[in-house]
């Protein structure tokens, strides 16, 4: 392919609004450290520094992406999958345990989340079993196949325990169903069965401080100083931002330390209190931005396999968002969800890179000229 079909074909508007979410994600991290570091920026240790060094390996990735053929994507598929579940249960054996959880393989210079490779790599082994079986989805059995793709890591990483990833990869199974041909009566019936079973899941398979989460959800003032804090205080931020916001740097929750994990989980809450609702408005206003252009890149592919590949890495950026900003504004459990590349994490910056670099060749490798 010619550097002429090259910029004809790929699309900068996707790079531009995802280094806007970061440097957006920049600002918003960099207040959320003053108190931590009132010297501003000195050193590789400052949350900035290493937000700023995952975006940049995440751009490098997503531009080596760009040239994967996206069928390399459907032949890697089983290889890909196999050694996420093989990364999912040595993070069960070994990995790093916080906060009574079990998230992270510590690789010595970085620490890697390994569900957030689990995400992707689903949602690649979904689209090449929905390509190559939509016209027999129709066959509950087919349908069950597809299920256990997303249960098998979805079970593992409930298991660490991390329900909110959990539910992501049943929302991207549901989706990519659907348009990979099942029956909407059948995928209904599934996820009514789901819904059914949440009481017996809350009372057999959650652990103790999922149930404490599920408590305080419905009444933070359980434990006012304890669990319950960091949901009152993310709610008394966003409320007392107001349209426009306490100023840049000027939050009171933030700076004086009373919103805890400002920089990742909370990196909303931080937005809202400081920048009100039109700078919370502007974030929505990037993401949405960010989806068309995805959804856009999946309307256009003429292959079945990218475009259901392309649809669920959009629902899951989708997914991701919704999560995250329901728990900063109560409308959801407390649940240990990123922001897309807004909030610290390394791991979910440069998968998120790459799941656009991804995006990005299939709009290089559509028809007329598929590669």
């Known amino acids: 392919m010619s550097w002429r079909e090259i910029s004809r074909r790929w699309d900068p508007w996707m790079v531009v609004v995802a280094l806007a979410l970061a440097a957006y994600g920049g600002l918003i991290i960099y207040s959320a450290s003053l108190s931590a570091f009132p010297d501003g920026v000195t050193g590789l240790d400052h949350p900035v520094v290493k937000q700023g060094l995952a975006v940049a390996l995440g751009l490098t990735l997503m531009v080596a992406v760009m040239a994967v053929p996206f069928r390399v994507w459907a032949l890697a598929a089983p290889v890909l999958y196999g050694l996420t579940l093989v990364l999912l249960v040595m993070v069960l054996l070994v990995g790093q345990a916080s906060l009574g959880a079990r998230r992270w393989l510590d690789l010595g210079l970085v620490q890697v989340q390994v569900s957030e490779m689990a995400k992707l790599a689903t949602v690649i082994v979904l689209a090449r079993f929905f390509s190559q079986r939509w016209r027999e989805m129709g066959k509950v059995g087919n349908l069950l196949l597809s299920l256990g793709l997303a249960a098998v890591p979805a079970l593992l990483v409930m298991v660490e325990p991390d329900l909110g990833t959990a539910i992501i990869f049943g929302v991207v199974w549901v989706v990519m169903a659907l348009i990979?041909?099942?029956?909407?009566?059948?995928?209904?019936?599934?996820?009514?069965?789901?819904?059914?079973?949440?009481?017996?899941?809350?009372?057999?398979?959650?652990?103790?401080?999922?149930?404490?989460?599920?408590?305080?959800?419905?009444?933070?003032?359980?434990?006012?100083?304890?669990?319950?804090?960091?949901?009152?205080?993310?709610?008394?931020?966003?409320?007392?931002?107001?349209?426009?916001?306490?100023?840049?740097?000027?939050?009171?929750?933030?700076?004086?330390?009373?919103?805890?994990?400002?920089?990742?989980?909370?990196?909303?809450?931080?937005?809202?209190?400081?920048?009100?609702?039109?700078?919370?408005?502007?974030?929505?206003?990037?993401?949405?931005?960010?989806?068309?252009?995805?959804?856009?890149?999946?309307?256009?592919?003429?292959?079945?396999?990218?475009?259901?590949?392309?649809?669920?890495?959009a629902v899951t950026l989708l997914t991701q968002v919704f999560i995250n900003i329901g728990v900063n504004v109560r409308l959801l459990p407390v649940t240990g969800i990123p922001l897309p590349l807004v909030s610290q994490g390394g791991t979910s910056t440069v998968i998120t890179m790459v799941a656009l670099g991804i995006a990005q060749g299939v709009l290089l490798r559509r028809a007329p000229f598929n590669l």
């Open 180 to 313: 990979g041909g099942a029956r909407p009566s059948h995928v209904g019936m599934v996820v009514a069965l789901v819904l059914l079973s949440i009481p017996l899941t809350v009372a057999v398979a959650l652990a103790d401080y999922q149930r404490e989460r599920l408590a305080l959800f419905f009444n933070p003032n359980l434990d006012p100083l304890g669990g319950g804090f960091n949901i009152l205080q993310a709610e008394i931020g966003i409320g007392a931002g107001g349209l426009w916001g306490r100023g840049l740097f000027q939050g009171t929750q933030t700076q004086l330390d009373f919103l805890q994990a400002a920089s990742t989980d909370y990196a909303f809450a931080v937005l809202g209190e400081e920048l009100g609702l039109m700078g919370a408005l502007f974030l929505l206003a990037l993401y949405a931005f960010l989806l068309f252009r995805l959804i856009r890149a999946a309307a256009l592919a003429h292959d079945l396999f990218a475009r259901l590949l392309v649809t669920g890495l």
